[in-house]
C-alpha cells in the first residue's frame, strides 16, 4: 500500500490550500492519520494528527489556521490549510499509523511567497 500527497503549490500569504492524501488499498486498524512537514534545514516535525475516533490535535504554530479531517473507510486525509504564512512553506508529508506499522507518503511542496 501507498500514500500518494497532493493539493501543494505556491501560494501568496494569507492565502489557502487543501492537501489530500489517499492510499493505494485499504489499510487496516488504523489508529491516527497524520501531517508532517520538513522545512530546508529543520527536522521533520508533527503539524496535525487525527483519531479514528475523530479526535485532532495540531501543533501551536497552525493551531487555528489549519484543519484536519480524515475519512478512514476511504483511507485518505485532508489537510485544510488557512491563513498560510511564509513559514509555512516545506515539504508536508502524511503518514498513517497501525497497530503494527507506519506508511508516509512521498511528500507534497507547498510554498507561501509574494
Known amino acids: 500500500v501507498q500514500l500518494q500527497a497532493s493539493g501543494g503549490g505556491l501560494v501568496q500569504p494569507g492565502g489557502s490550500l487543501r492537501l489530500s492524501c489517499a492510499a493505494s488499498?485499504?489499510?487496516?486498524?488504523?489508529?491516527?492519520m497524520d501531517w508532517y512537514r520538513q522545512a530546508p534545514g529543520n527536522e521533520r516535525g508533527l503539524v496535525a494528527s487525527?483519531?479514528?475516533?475523530?479526535?485532532?490535535r495540531y501543533a501551536d504554530s497552525v493551531k487555528g489556521r489549519f484543519t484536519i479531517s480524515g475519512d478512514h473507510v476511504k483511507n485518505t486525509v485532508y489537510l485544510q490549510m488557512d491563513s498560510l504564512k511564509p513559514e509555512d512553506t516545506a515539504v508536508y508529508y502524511c503518514r498513517v499509523v497501525t497497530t503494527s506499522r507506519m506508511y508516509w507518503g512521498q511528500g507534497t511542496q507547498v510554498t507561501v511567497s509574494s
Open positions: 487525527i483519531t479514528t475516533g475523530g479526535s485532532t
Open positions: 488499498g485499504y489499510i487496516f486498524s488504523i489508529n491516527t
